[in-house]
C-alpha cells in the first residue's frame, strides 16, 4: 500500500515526468539521430574502406605477379638477344680473324707486292738523283760554252779594233794615248797594238749581179751554183811519163765482165739426159717398173697406198688409241681440285717468309711419295 | 736620132717605173705608211707592175705587195679581191728564184690573217705551185714556199687537209734534212700547223717518216729550231695513243729531258708541252715517262720557271698522278708537292692557280698517305682562302672545291685539318667534320689534341639541321667524349653557371 499512495504521489508529476521524457527524448532525437548516422555512416565508411583496402590489395597481388612474369618473359628475350649477339660478335671476330689473313694472303700473292713497290718508289729516287744531276751538269756545261763563246767573240772583237785603231801606238818621240808618261806601265790597250798587224785596205766585195740588197735572206748569201752531173775532170794533170796505156782503157779492160761461150755456159748433160734422169726419178718414187706395165693399172690403186703422204687417207679420221686418249699422270682427284695453285698468276718469285713453325701434317701435302708438282 | 729620142723615152718610163717600185717598198716596209698607200690606191698601181718586162720591177713590186698585204688584213683582203692572186700563182713555176721567194711572201702575207684569205689562196690553185717551189734547189725558195704553207694550213682542218692533198708532206720531210738551220725551222713549223688539227692528218705527217727526223733534230743547240722541234712532236703525240708510242719509240727520251734545262724559256715550255701530251694518253706512257726520270725533270724545271711556261709542266704532273696511285706516290717521292704550292703562292694567274690546285687535287686524292703527304705541306689552308676569295674566277674557285673534297674525303691527318675548322663553309666543313668522326672514335690521343686545340668548342658551336649529315657526325665526335666535358664546351655554358649561382639558396 505504500508503493501505491506513493506511485499516487507521483502520479500528478508522472504526465509532466512523462511529458518532460518525451521532450527531452525529442529533442535529443535530432541530436541522437544526428549521432546515430554519424556513427552508421562512419562505420559503413570503415567497411567500405576495409573493402577497398582490400580489393586494392588484390588488385596489387595481381598486377604485382602480372608484372614480374611480364618482366620475366622480356629479361629472358633480353638474355637470349644478348646471348645471341655475343654469339654473333664472336662469329663475327673469327670471321674477320679468318678473312684478314685470307685478304692479306691473296693480295699479297696475286694482287699487290708491297716490298716490290717500296723498291720500286726508291728506285724512282735514286733514278731522279741521277737524272738531276746529268741535267745539272749538262746546264752547267752550257753555261761554261755560252761564256767562252763570249769571251771569245769579245777578244775577237778587241782584237779587231786594236788593228783598226793600230795607228794609235805610241813612237818614241810621241807618246801614245795608251802610253801615257804618268802611268808606271803601259795600258793593256797599247800591248794589243803592239801585237796586232794593221789592217789592209778594204776589199771591194764584188757583187755579182745575182745578189741583191733586198734580198738578203738568211740561207741565201752566196750566188747560186748550179750543180752539175758528174765530177770533170781535173784540169791541167799531167801525164805520167812513160810507155803507159790511156787510164781509161786499162780500167776498162781490167773490169770488162765475163763473156762465157755457149759451150761454157751450157751444162754438161744435154737436155735430152736431163729429161730422162727425171722420169727415173720419178718411177722410183711411184715404185712402178717397167716390166709391171700390165699390171700396172690394177695395182697402182694398191701402191698408192703405200706411196708416203699420199692423199688416200685424205678424208679418213685419225682415231687416237687409248693410251694416246688418255691424260698422262697420276689421277687429280683428292689432289689438285681442293688446293688449287696457279703459279704462273703470283707476283712474286719467292715463297712468303715463314715465322712460326709449320704443321707437321701439312707439310706432308704432295710431298709424301713424290716431289712432284709442289711448291718450290 | 728620132730612134734615140725614141728609146729615151722608153727609159725614162723604166727608170720612173723602177724609181716608184722601189720607193713604194722602202715605205711599206714602215707599218705607219701603210694607211696612206692604200688610200693612194696602191695595189691597183702595183698590179700591172706585177707583170712588168724588166724582172727586176717585177720582184721589188712583188716584195712590196708583200709587205703591204703582210701588216694590214684589209690591203690583204684588196689583194685578193684585186685579182692579182692568179697572175702572181703562174708566175711562180716560171720565173727566178728571186721572184719565187717574193710571190712566196705575199702569199704568205695574204694567207695569215684569215681562213677565208687563206682558202681564196687555195682556191686560185696556189697549193700546187708552192709544192712545186718545194722541189726547187734554192733554200731560200723553199723556206718562202714552205712558210706560205705554214700559215695557210694553220687555219682550220680542210686548209691543212688541202696543204696535205697537195702532196707537200713528203716534200718537207725532205726539207727538214736540209742542212740550212732556217729551212729546218719553217719545215718544222708548218709540219707542226699540219698536225695540230686532226688524228689523220698527224698519221700523214708521221706515215711521210717525220718523226725520226724531228726527233734527231731536238739535239740541235739552235733555240728556235729546238722550240719548233718540240712543238711538232707534241701536236702529233697529243691525238691518240698510237700516234704518242710512235713519238716515243723515236727513243726521245732521255734526250728531251736536256730540253727542260734549256737556257730558252720557250724551249722549257714547248719541251714540258711534248711530255705531257705523251703523259696524259695512258698510265703505260706516264709509267715509261717516270721511270726515264721524267718527272724529275718536269719538277725541277717547274721550280726554275715563272708564268705560263710553267703551265705545261703543271699539268703534266696532274695528268701522271691521276692515272694511278703508285704513278701518284711516285710524283710524291720525287718532291713534286712543294713547287707546286710554291706556285700557288707565287702565281698571279687565275689558270695557272687553278691548273696547279687540279694537280694537287690529283696527287691527293687516291688513299690517306696520298692525302698525308699533300696535307702535311699546309697547302690546304691556301686552298681553302683562295675558294673563299671572292675574287677568284669561276674556274678557279670550282676547281678548289673539287680537288679540297677530294683530298679531304681521304685526309686523316689532324693537324692539318684543325685550322680549317675555323674557316669553312658548311659544304666543306661538313667533309672535315666527316673525317674528324672517322678518326676520333680510335685515337685517345688525337681526342686530347682536339680537346685542347679548341676544336670540340669549335664543333659545338656548329649550327646543323637536326637529320642531316653534318648532324650526324657532329652526334659521333660528341659521343666521344665524356657528358661533362661537352656541356663544358657549349656555348652558352658560362651564362648557365652564372644562372645557377644566381638562383642557387645556400644551405646554412
Known amino acids: 500500500m505504500a508503493a501505491l499512495v506513493r506511485l499516487e504521489a507521483r502520479l500528478s508529476r508522472l504526465r509532466e515526468e512523462y511529458f518532460r521524457k518525451n521532450r527531452s527524448v525529442d529533442e535529443d532525437r535530432k541530436i541522437v539521430y544526428k549521432a546515430a548516422v554519424k556513427i552508421q555512416s562512419w562505420f559503413r565508411g570503415c567497411r567500405v574502406r576495409a573493402y577497398l583496402r582490400y580489393l586494392s590489395k588484390m588488385v596489387i597481388l595481381i598486377q604485382k605477379w602480372w608484372r614480374g612474369?611480364?618482366?620475366?618473359?622480356?629479361?629472358?628475350?633480353?638474355?637470349?638477344?644478348?646471348?645471341?649477339?655475343?654469339?654473333?660478335?664472336?662469329?663475327?671476330?673469327?670471321?674477320?680473324?679468318?678473312?684478314?689473313?685470307?685478304?692479306?694472303?691473296?693480295?699479297?700473292?696475286?694482287?699487290?707486292?708491297?716490298?716490290?713497290?717500296?723498291?720500286?718508289?726508291?728506285?724512282?729516287?735514286?733514278?731522279?738523283?741521277?737524272?738531276?744531276?746529268?741535267?745539272?751538269?749538262?746546264?752547267?756545261?752550257?753555261?761554261?760554252?755560252?761564256?767562252?763563246?763570249?769571251?771569245?767573240?769579245?777578244?775577237?772583237?778587241?782584237?779587231?779594233?786594236?788593228?783598226?785603231m793600230h795607228y794609235l801606238l805610241s813612237t818614241e818621240q810621241i807618246a801614245g794615248i795608251y802610253n801615257s808618261p804618268f802611268r808606271k806601265s803601259p795600258d793593256p790597250m797599247e800591248l794589243l797594238l803592239r801585237q796586232s798587224k794593221p789592217l789592209s785596205h778594204?776589199?771591194?766585195?764584188?757583187?755579182?749581179?745575182?745578189?741583191?740588197?733586198?734580198?738578203?735572206?738568211?740561207?741565201?748569201?752566196?750566188?747560186?751554183?748550179?750543180?752539175?752531173?758528174?765530177?770533170?775532170?781535173?784540169?791541167?794533170?799531167?801525164?805520167?811519163?812513160?810507155?803507159?796505156?790511156?787510164?781509161?782503157?786499162?780500167?776498162?779492160?781490167?773490169?770488162?765482165?765475163?763473156?762465157?761461150?755457149?759451150?761454157?755456159?751450157?751444162?754438161?748433160?744435154?737436155?735430152?739426159?736431163?729429161?730422162?734422169?727425171?722420169?727415173?726419178?720419178?718411177?722410183?718414187?711411184?715404185?712402178?717398173?717397167?716390166?709391171?706395165?700390165?699390171?700396172?693399172?690394177?695395182?697402182?690403186?694398191?701402191?698408192?697406198?703405200?706411196?708416203?703422204?699420199?692423199?688416200?687417207?685424205?678424208?679418213?679420221?685419225?682415231?687416237?688409241?687409248?693410251?694416246?686418249?688418255?691424260?698422262?699422270?697420276?689421277?687429280?682427284?683428292?689432289?689438285?681440285?681442293?688446293?688449287?695453285?696457279?703459279?704462273?698468276?703470283?707476283i712474286a718469285g719467292k715463297d712468303f717468309q715463314t715465322v712460326l713453325p709449320s704443321i707437321v701434317l701439312f707439310e706432308k701435302f704432295g710431298k709424301t711419295y713424290s716431289r712432284a708438282g709442289q711448291i718450290v | 736620132m728620132s730612134q734615140r729620142q725614141v728609146l729615151q723615152v722608153?727609159?725614162?718610163?723604166?727608170?720612173?717605173?723602177?724609181?716608184?717600185?722601189?720607193?713604194?717598198?722602202?715605205?711599206?716596209?714602215?707599218?705607219?705608211?701603210?694607211?696612206?698607200?692604200?688610200?693612194?690606191?696602191?695595189?691597183?698601181?702595183?698590179?700591172?707592175?706585177?707583170?712588168?718586162?724588166?724582172?727586176?720591177?717585177?720582184?721589188?713590186?712583188?716584195?712590196?705587195l708583200g709587205r703591204l698585204a703582210y701588216f694590214n688584213d684589209d690591203l690583204a683582203e684588196a689583194v685578193v679581191t684585186g685579182?692579182?692572186?692568179?697572175?702572181?700563182?703562174?708566175?711562180?713555176?716560171?720565173?727566178?728564184?728571186?721572184?719565187?721567194?717574193?710571190?712566196?711572201?705575199?702569199?704568205?702575207?695574204?694567207?695569215?690573217?684569215?681562213?677565208?684569205?687563206?682558202?681564196?689562196?687555195?682556191?686560185?690553185?696556189?697549193?700546187?705551185?708552192?709544192?712545186i717551189c718545194l722541189e726547187d734547189f734554192d733554200p731560200g725558195v723553199k723556206e718562202g714556199a714552205a712558210w706560205a704553207l705554214g700559215y695557210i694550213a694553220r687555219h682550220n682542218s680542210e686548209l691543212s687537209q688541202a696543204v696535205v692533198d697537195a702532196g707537200a708532206v713528203p716534200l718537207?720531210?725532205?726539207?727538214?734534212?736540209?742542212?740550212?738551220?732556217?729551212?729546218?725551222?719553217?719545215?718544222?713549223?708548218?709540219?707542226?700547223?699540219?698536225?695540230?688539227?686532226?688524228?689523220?692528218?698527224?698519221?700523214?705527217?708521221?706515215?711521210?717518216?717525220?718523226i725520226a727526223f724531228l726527233a734527231q733534230m731536238i739535239l740541235n743547240p739552235d733555240a728556235k729550231l729546238k722550240c719548233q722541234v718540240l712543238s711538232a712532236l707534241s701536236q702529233i703525240a697529243k691525238h691518240s695513243v698510237d700516234l704518242a708510242e710512235l713519238v716515243v719509240e723515236a727513243e726521245i727520251f732521255p734526250v728531251v729531258l736536256t730540253c727542260l734545262k734549256d737556257s730558252?724559256?720557250?724551249?722549257?715550255?714547248?719541251?714540258?708541252?711534248?711530255?705531257?701530251?705523251?703523259?696524259?694518253?695512258?698510265?703505260?706512257?706516264?709509267?715509261?715517262?717516270?721511270?726515264?726520270?721524267?718527272?724529275?725533270?718536269?719538277?725541277?724545271?717547274?721550280?726554275?720557271?715563272?708564268?705560263t711556261v710553267r703551265l705545261p709542266g703543271i699539268m703534266m704532273l696532274g695528268y701522271v698522278a691521276a692515272h694511278s696511285e703508285n704513278l701518284s706516290m711516285a710524283v710524291i717521292v720525287s718532291k713534286g708537292i712543294p713547287p707546286l704550292c710554291a706556285c700557288l703562292l707565287e702565281e698571279h694567274e687565275d689558270h695557272i692557280k687553278a691548273a696547279a690546285v687540279w694537280a694537287l687535287g690529283q696527287i691527293g686524292r687516291h688513299t690517306p698517305e696520298h692525302a698525308r703527304a699533300v696535307a702535311e705541306t699546309n697547302v690546304l689552308a691556301t686552298l681553302l682562302s683562295m675558294y673563299m676569295d671572292i675574287h677568284s674566277s669561276e674556274d678557279l674557285q670550282l676547281k678548289t672545291k673539287r680537288a679540297l673534297k677530294n683530298i679531304l674525303q681521304k685526309c686523316t691527318y689532324l693537324p692539318a685539318l684543325e685550322p680549317l675548322l675555323h674557316d669553312a663553309p658548311p659544304n666543306i666543313l661538313k667533309h672535315i667534320v666527316g673525317q674528324f668522326s672517322k678518326v676520333l672514335p680510335h685515337d685517345t690521343k688525337a681526342r686530347c689534341l682536339f680537346v685542347t686545340t679548341g676544336g670540340l668548342k669549335k664543333i659545338q658551336e656548329i649550327k646543323a639541321e637536326p637529320g642531316s649529315l653534318l648532324q650526324e657526325y657532329i652526334n659521333t665526335i660528341n659521343s666521344c667524349f665524356p657528358e661533362e666535358v661537352v656541356r663544358y664546351y657549349s656555348p652558352g655554358y658560362s651564362d648557365m653557371l652564372l644562372e645557377r649561382v644566381e638562383n642557387y639558396q645556400p644551405v646554412l
Not at chain 1, 755456159?265 to 730422162?276: F, N
Not at chain 2, 720565173?95 to 719565187?100: A, G, L, V
Not at chain 2, 682558202?119 to 708552192?130: F, S
Not at chain 2, 736540209?178 to 689523220?200: G, N, Q, V, Y
Request: net charge positive.
Open chain 2, 83 to 131: 685579182d692579182i692572186l692568179p697572175p702572181l700563182v703562174c708566175s711562180l713555176s716560171e720565173q727566178n728564184r728571186f721572184y719565187k721567194k717574193a710571190a712566196a711572201f705575199v702569199l704568205r702575207a695574204v694567207g695569215k690573217h684569215s681562213p677565208q684569205l687563206a682558202q681564196a689562196i687555195v682556191e686560185c690553185g696556189a697549193l700546187e705551185a708552192l709544192v
Open chain 1, 202 to 346: 778594204r776589199q771591194q766585195r764584188v757583187k755579182s749581179p745575182f745578189t741583191y740588197d733586198l734580198y738578203d735572206w738568211p740561207t741565201c748569201k752566196r750566188p747560186p751554183a748550179f750543180p752539175t752531173g758528174e765530177p770533170l775532170p781535173p784540169i791541167g794533170r799531167q801525164k805520167p811519163q812513160g810507155p803507159f796505156r790511156d787510164t781509161a782503157e786499162v780500167l776498162r779492160q781490167r773490169y770488162k765482165p765475163l763473156e762465157p761461150t755457149l759451150r761454157v755456159a751450157a751444162s754438161i748433160s744435154s737436155p735430152l739426159e736431163k729429161a730422162r734422169e727425171e722420169m727415173k726419178r720419178e718411177e722410183w718414187i711411184k715404185c712402178i717398173h717397167e716390166h709391171d706395165v700390165l699390171f700396172t693399172e690394177k695395182i697402182l690403186i694398191i701402191h698408192s697406198r703405200f706411196l708416203p703422204f699420199s692423199s688416200y687417207h685424205k678424208n679418213k679420221k685419225y682415231e687416237l688409241s687409248i693410251h694416246a686418249s688418255e691424260k698422262k699422270g697420276k689421277e687429280t682427284y683428292g689432289i689438285k681440285h681442293f688446293r688449287e695453285v696457279q703459279p704462273n698468276k703470283w
Open chain 1, 69 to 164: 612474369y611480364q618482366s620475366r618473359r622480356y629479361f629472358r628475350k633480353m638474355i637470349k638477344t644478348a646471348y645471341f649477339i655475343m654469339k654473333m660478335n664472336f662469329y663475327n671476330e673469327m670471321a674477320v680473324r679468318i678473312q684478314k689473313t685470307w685478304r692479306g694472303y691473296y693480295v699479297r700473292k696475286y694482287t699487290h707486292n708491297y716490298y716490290a713497290l717500296k723498291k720500286y718508289l726508291e728506285a724512282i729516287s735514286l733514278n731522279n738523283e741521277i737524272v738531276r744531276n746529268e741535267l745539272q751538269e749538262y746546264a752547267e756545261m752550257n753555261e761554261k760554252e755560252k761564256k767562252k763563246k763570249d769571251l771569245e767573240k769579245k777578244e775577237k772583237e778587241k782584237k779587231y779594233k786594236a788593228r783598226k
Open chain 2, 172 to 210: 718537207l720531210v725532205l726539207c727538214i734534212q736540209e742542212p740550212e738551220i732556217a729551212l729546218k725551222r719553217i719545215a718544222a713549223s708548218t709540219l707542226s700547223d699540219i698536225s695540230k688539227h686532226s688524228p689523220e692528218l698527224a698519221q700523214t705527217v708521221v706515215d711521210a717518216g717525220a
Open chain 2, 10 to 64: 722608153f727609159e725614162q718610163y723604166q727608170r720612173a717605173r723602177t724609181h716608184f717600185v722601189q720607193a713604194v717598198a722602202e715605205l711599206s716596209s714602215r707599218p705607219q705608211n701603210v694607211g696612206t698607200l692604200r688610200d693612194a690606191g696602191v695595189i691597183s698601181l702595183l698590179r700591172p707592175l706585177l707583170l712588168d718586162v724588166v724582172p727586176t720591177i717585177q720582184q721589188t713590186a712583188a716584195l712590196a
Open chain 2, 264 to 307: 730558252d724559256e720557250y724551249v722549257k715550255k714547248n719541251g714540258a708541252t711534248l711530255i705531257r701530251e705523251i703523259a696524259k694518253h695512258s698510265p703505260e706512257l706516264s709509267q715509261f715517262i717516270v721511270n726515264a726520270g721524267g718527272v724529275a725533270a718536269v719538277i725541277d724545271c717547274i721550280g726554275s720557271c715563272k708564268g
